[in-house]
């Protein structure tokens, strides 16, 4: 067996040398392991950005507190964060981005923000990391952490057809938000093209009367709870794709522009439902789901809002004839690039806002 012999001393071995020189490199490596130390614990945010490190979920994140907010209608925006791929980082993660140009244009856009004001409540999950939450809040968002209900045994039958919808029943939660008479409930990739407070008294923002249609004995027998016998949810059907102006309607409502009346009770019938395996179609779960409910043959069919108030997959002849909303990721413009100009001039404008006001 061959004997590997070191001609001269190395830099990283200790043994072999005399006790003084043995202590002297060890006081050297101990200071480089402390200045490693010290570098990585204060490059933690920027490590993030390369490794997929996910936030630990504590039991006291940054919550706003309502208690003080006396107005009756609130903008509610979803933020469903994915710990796997945004972690710490706020520049490269597009929704959070998506979130702060939305509370710019509903509180301080001159063109696009309520008049008096109306409080924007950001719904953030059990992932949203802290410093997430601090610079939303700064914005002058308040923030709720909506109950968690992807680990719930009963809905383990939900399988999303995309990983990032796996929290997507957690929207429910501005059900419970009762001390508001309305909500309008909007996703985080809407960019506003003018003002939309006015839809909430729009013609369809009425509390209606459920119909009193028995409920299948399926779905009664399965624990699910009566239904609400006062509901208001208004949304918009269509159109996906390339479309032209006025686009046609359809049967099915996107959630993600959604007018409603919180209720405890609705919350409860939604998630009871949500817990009988195989009612509806499990791939976008919250959607689906919503849409089964409130299908226009059942005991709470939803209204159609005025399609001028927001519009799915937008053109640019949608933003020329003053559709006021565009569910559309600015990031990543899909359907219309004629749009991306006036995505980014919103994103920019948002960033200038603050900038000013940092420098003041």
Same mark, same amino acid.
């Given at each position: 067996?061959?004997?590997?012999?070191?001609?001269?001393?190395?830099?990283?071995?200790?043994?072999?040398?005399?006790?003084?020189?043995?202590?002297?490199?060890?006081?050297?490596?101990?200071?480089?392991?402390?200045?490693?130390?010290?570098?990585?614990?204060?490059?933690?945010?920027?490590?993030?950005?390369?490794?997929?490190?996910?936030? /630990?979920?504590?039991?006291?994140?940054?919550?706003?507190? /309502?208690?003080?907010?006396?107005?009756?209608?609130?903008?509610?925006?979803?933020?469903?964060?994915?710990?796997?791929?945004?972690?710490?980082?706020?520049?490269?993660?597009?929704?959070?981005?998506?979130?702060?140009?939305?509370?710019?244009?509903?509180?301080?856009?001159?063109?696009?923000? &309520?008049?008096?004001?109306?409080?924007?409540?950001?719904?953030?999950?059990?992932?949203?990391?802290?410093?997430?939450?601090?610079?939303?809040?700064?914005?002058?968002?308040?923030?709720?952490?909506?109950?968690?209900?992807?680990?719930?045994?009963?809905?383990?039958?939900?399988?999303?057809?995309?990983?990032?919808?796996?929290?997507?029943?957690?929207?429910?939660?501005?059900?419970?938000?009762?001390?508001?008479?309305?909500?309008?409930?909007?996703?985080?990739?809407?960019?506003?093209?003018?003002?939309?407070?006015?839809?909430?008294?729009?013609?369809?923002?009425?509390?209606?009367?459920?119909?009193?249609?028995?409920?299948?004995?399926?779905?009664?027998?399965?624990?699910?709870?009566?239904?609400?016998?006062?509901?208001?949810?208004?949304?918009?059907?269509?159109?996906?794709?390339?479309?032209?102006?006025?686009?046609?309607?359809?049967?099915?409502?996107?959630?993600?522009?959604?007018?409603?009346?919180?209720?405890?009770?609705?919350?409860?019938?939604?998630?009871?439902?949500?817990?009988?395996?195989? &009612?509806?179609?499990?791939?976008?779960?919250?959607?689906?789901?919503?849409?089964?409910?409130?299908?226009?043959?059942?005991?709470?069919?939803?209204?159609?809002?005025?399609?001028? +108030?927001?519009?799915?997959?937008?053109?640019?002849?949608?933003?020329?004839?003053?559709?006021?909303?565009?569910?559309?990721?600015?990031?990543?413009?899909?359907?219309?690039?004629?749009?991306?100009?006036?995505?980014?001039?919103?994103? +920019?404008?948002?960033?200038?806002? +603050?900038?000013?006001?940092?420098?003041?």
């Amino acid at each position: 067996m061959a004997i590997l012999k070191h001609d001269k001393e190395s830099p990283f071995l200790l043994t072999g040398r005399s006790p003084r020189k043995r202590r002297h490199y060890s006081k050297c490596l101990l200071v480089i392991l402390a200045i490693a130390a010290l570098y990585f614990t204060t490059q933690l945010t920027s490590i993030g950005t390369f490794l997929t490190i996910t936030p /630990l979920v504590t039991t006291n994140r940054l919550q706003s507190n /309502l208690a003080n907010v006396v107005n009756k209608h609130a903008f509610c925006i979803f933020m469903d964060s994915d710990p796997i791929v945004y972690t710490e980082d706020q520049s490269n993660d597009p929704y959070f981005i998506s979130v702060r140009m939305l509370i710019y244009q509903l509180l301080h856009n001159k063109a696009t923000r &309520s008049d008096p004001p109306i409080p924007v409540i950001v719904l953030v999950t059990a992932v949203t990391p802290d410093s997430k939450r601090y610079q939303l809040e700064a914005d002058g968002a308040f923030i709720v952490e909506a109950e968690s209900l992807s680990n719930d045994i009963n809905l383990q039958w939900l399988k999303p057809s995309r990983d990032r919808w796996i929290r997507a029943l957690d929207r429910l939660h501005a059900f419970k938000l009762v001390q508001f008479d309305k909500i309008l409930l909007l996703d985080a990739d809407m960019v506003l093209v003018k003002r939309i407070d006015g839809v909430f008294n729009s013609p369809e923002s009425d509390v209606m009367q459920s119909l009193g249609i028995i409920t299948p004995a399926r779905i009664e027998e399965s624990g699910a709870t009566p239904t609400p016998t006062r509901y208001l949810l208004a949304a918009n059907s269509g159109p996906y794709g390339n479309h032209t102006y006025p686009a046609a309607r359809g049967t099915r409502f996107s959630p993600s522009f959604l007018l409603l009346s919180p209720s405890i009770d609705m919350y409860a019938h939604y998630l009871s439902v949500a817990k009988v395996a195989d &009612s509806f179609s499990p791939g976008a779960p919250d959607t689906n789901l919503l849409n089964h409910i409130h299908r226009s043959d059942g005991n709470m069919p939803w209204k159609q809002l005025d399609p001028d +108030w927001t519009v799915n997959s937008p053109t640019f002849s949608d933003y020329q004839h003053g559709i006021r909303s565009l569910h559309e990721k600015w990031w990543r413009v899909e359907h219309d690039l004629d749009l991306r100009e006036i995505f980014l001039d919103i994103r +920019w404008r948002m960033e200038g806002h +603050w900038l000013a006001r940092e420098s003041t």
